[in-house]
């Protein structure tokens, strides 16, 4: 019989709730449209230009205003395929987990115990945070590289207070 107090389902395991959750990737500030639109004025800046020049009889610089443009083109998919890099980090009362996805899908993963981990930071006096390192026995693992000074200040803050809570343990909420 029911009273229709009781909750549906079970009650989650207070180890496995997270406290902290981030996904961090690095930032590009152009996107698909705007990659289209900048290929599309160097190609027709460089076709012109390369015609103003076979006209005046010098052939062969027409073939290396091509070359310039997919040399750009290049190194703009080579900035999209780095843009697949991504690091999550979760803070759990039982476990730090860092997953480090490479930009050719290699996965790296970390488990540490946030009762024994510490955060570190190299400042720069003019620059801001440089570096942002876990550190558990003796090993070193540096995290947040995609995100600038400002981002890792704020990411330091928060991964900090989920540290702390993580110490704490899990709170008990009872249903009265």
Do not use: C
Not at 17 to 40: D, E, K, Y
Not at 155 to 172: D, I, K, S
């Amino acid at each position: 019989m029911s009273t229709g107090n009781e909750i549906e389902g079970s009650d989650p395991d207070p180890r496995d709730v997270q406290i902290f959750s981030a996904r961090l990737t690095p930032h590009r500030s152009l996107n698909r449209t705007g990659f289209l639109a900048v290929m599309l004025f160097l190609s027709v800046v460089s076709f012109v230009t390369g015609l103003a020049f076979l006209m005046m009889g010098a052939w062969p610089v027409f073939g290396f205003f091509g070359l310039d443009v997919l040399v750009i083109w290049w190194a703009f998919k080579a900035n999209f395929r780095a843009a697949r890099a991504s690091e999550e980090i979760v803070v759990t009362p039982s476990e730090l987990r860092v997953r480090r996805v490479s930009h050719r899908g290699q996965v790296s993963e970390w488990t540490f115990n946030p009762l024994w981990v510490r955060l570190d930071q190299e400042v720069d006096e003019e620059y801001g945070i440089e570096h942002l390192y876990l550190i558990s026995r003796g090993r070193r693992l540096l995290i947040a590289g995609f995100l600038g000074p400002e981002e890792k200040a704020s990411f330091y803050n928060a991964l900090v207070g989920a540290l702390n809570a993580a110490r704490r343990g899990p709170t008990y909420n009872p249903v009265i």
